[in-house]
């Protein structure tokens, strides 16, 4: 398992991105350097996003950085069953398991028991950054939003909200044919995604 410190790598740009799928067959085919360099890729970008989801009592029984490596190392082991139709779809892929594996931690997290009062002089840091930000239902409503959308659509807005790429960058990913391209769909999708949000919460 690779243990490489926080801000080693760099985050996948469109260019790393571009090869992707050649390191995925490579790694189907046992290559063990081609899946070194895919854990170098995204481990980073998965610490970021993990960082925003795994709630202050979950940190405690499980590093968050440990557990992306965990499940970054899961996903690969099962890359067999994954065929990317184009090359951001396996990030979103990822962000699935990593997102699966933030929830399993949150339920143990719950039913242990507190080890220690906690100072009630110190913020409440139970919830994550983003259910602090928008709310906990909010964030489910979020989340059954994008599991409305159309593929395509769901991973654009994954990769520019969540993963925080340029819109360059998301039509690179998603194959599309420009910018402008790319930004009209996030914008679309973004959109949908609302809608959706306003009519759970009526």
């Not at 999708?189 to 949000?197: F, G, I, N, S």
């Amino acid at each position: 398992m690779t243990h490489d410190s926080p801000g080693t790598a760099a985050p996948a740009t469109p260019r790393d991105l571009e090869t992707t799928a050649a390191l995925l067959a490579l790694v189907r085919q046992g290559d063990a350097a081609a899946r070194e360099r895919l854990v170098r890729r995204y481990l980073p970008i998965l610490r970021r996003w993990a960082r925003g989801r795994l709630p202050g009592s979950a940190r405690d029984l499980a590093e968050t950085d440990d557990l992306v490596q965990l499940t970054l190392i899961r996903a690969l082991s099962h890359v067999k069953d994954f065929e990317p139709r184009y090359e951001g779809a396996f990030l979103a892929y990822l962000r699935r398991a990593l997102l699966n594996a933030v929830r399993d931690e949150i339920r143990r997290a719950r039913r242990r028991p507190q080890r220690e009062p906690l100072d009630p002089e110190i913020e409440d840091l139970s919830a994550s950054v983003v259910e602090q930000a928008i709310g906990r239902e909010a964030l489910e409503r979020y989340e059954a939003a994008l599991a409305e959308l159309p593929e395509d659509q769901r991973e654009a807005v994954i990769l520019r909200l969540e993963f925080g790429f340029t819109h360059q960058e998301v039509a690179d990913a998603l194959g599309k044919q420009s910018s402008n391209a790319a930004r009209m769909m996030v914008a679309r999708a973004v959109v949908r995604v609302v809608e959706a949000m306003d009519e759970s919460s009526g």
